[in-house]
């Protein structure tokens, strides 16, 4: 897992970006608010989300980036939009949740911002799933955002392409989605040999107005979410998540030493 982490930062660095890092704890209000989810979202719900009860963030109050946001989920504020047409409430934002994205992190890096930037963040998230084959209560996943101006899908496809070469994986393809903080919004899937199908690696679009705007950013943001552990599995003709987590010495003995842009299948 260190090794292929590495391979991934390497690429990212080697196309221009710079890393960021944060807390895992984060208050919900940039984990969930400012990327213009709205506050009854079933993902923002107990099954979905790890909350640290009776702990909150009391700095947040409802002025400055704090007001636009919530401005931004009751009528849209200065964006255009009609919003979320809801009372926005000042404590939900400020409860305290393990993060379940790093898009967390280049939000906030984008709140800050006095230039156009090209961050990535790569650490673990936190969601309240049933661990299966395919899911995960804490994994990795690695977000990234572009500002700057003139900036299209097209532009974020292409990067997305290249970043996958960079791995030396060709078969992956972007398809509409949709997700509440981009538009347009691409899923990214990748062909599995194994599986004999297409799995789901992550997702990426260009912000929202409601998203940016609010920040004090005007100029155009590609963002994208993709998982480590997924990403693994497919380039590694692996089936099962679990197994990155076994401990089993026994596979990590006959596991034959190659990089993650190597052509060679891993045998459990």
């Not at 636009?68 to 979320?84: F, L, M, P, Y």
């Not at 552990?229 to 089936?239: H, M, Q």
């Amino acid at each position: 897992m260190n090794e292929f982490i590495e391979e991934v930062k390497e690429a990212y660095i080697s196309m221009g970006f710079t890393e960021i890092e944060g807390a895992a704890i984060q208050p919900a209000l940039w984990n969930f608010d400012a990327l213009f989810t709205p506050q009854d979202h079933p993902g923002r719900e107990l099954q979905d989300t790890f909350y640290l009860m009776s702990m909150e963030d009391d700095s947040i109050k409802r002025e400055g980036v704090v007001d636009r946001i919530a401005s931004t989920h009751e009528d849209g504020w200065r964006t255009g939009s009609r919003g979320w047409q809801y009372r926005w409430n000042t404590e939900e934002a400020r409860r305290l949740v393990l993060r379940t994205h790093n898009t967390v992190l280049t939000v906030r890096a984008l709140e800050s911002a006095k230039e156009d930037l090209r961050v990535f963040a790569l650490g673990k998230v936190y969601r309240n799933e049933n661990l299966d084959y395919k899911h995960l209560a804490e994994f990795h996943q690695m977000d990234g955002a572009i500002m700057g101006d003139g900036l299209n899908t097209r532009h974020l496809m292409g990067f997305l392409t290249g970043f996958y070469r960079k791995l030396g994986m060709s078969e992956v393809k972007l398809w509409p989605s949709y997700f509440p903080y981009t538009e347009p919004s691409l899923q990214v899937v990748g062909y599995s040999d194994l599986a004999k199908d297409w799995i789901e690696l992550g997702g990426s679009g260009v912000f929202r107005p409601e998203v940016t705007w609010p920040l004090g950013v005007k100029k155009p943001v590609l963002a994208w979410g993709l998982g480590i552990e997924r990403l693994i599995l497919l380039r590694l003709g692996l089936d099962d998540l679990r197994v990155l987590y076994d401990n089993d010495l026994g596979w990590l003995r006959r596991r034959a030493t190659t990089n993650i842009a190597g052509s060679q299948t891993l045998q459990r």
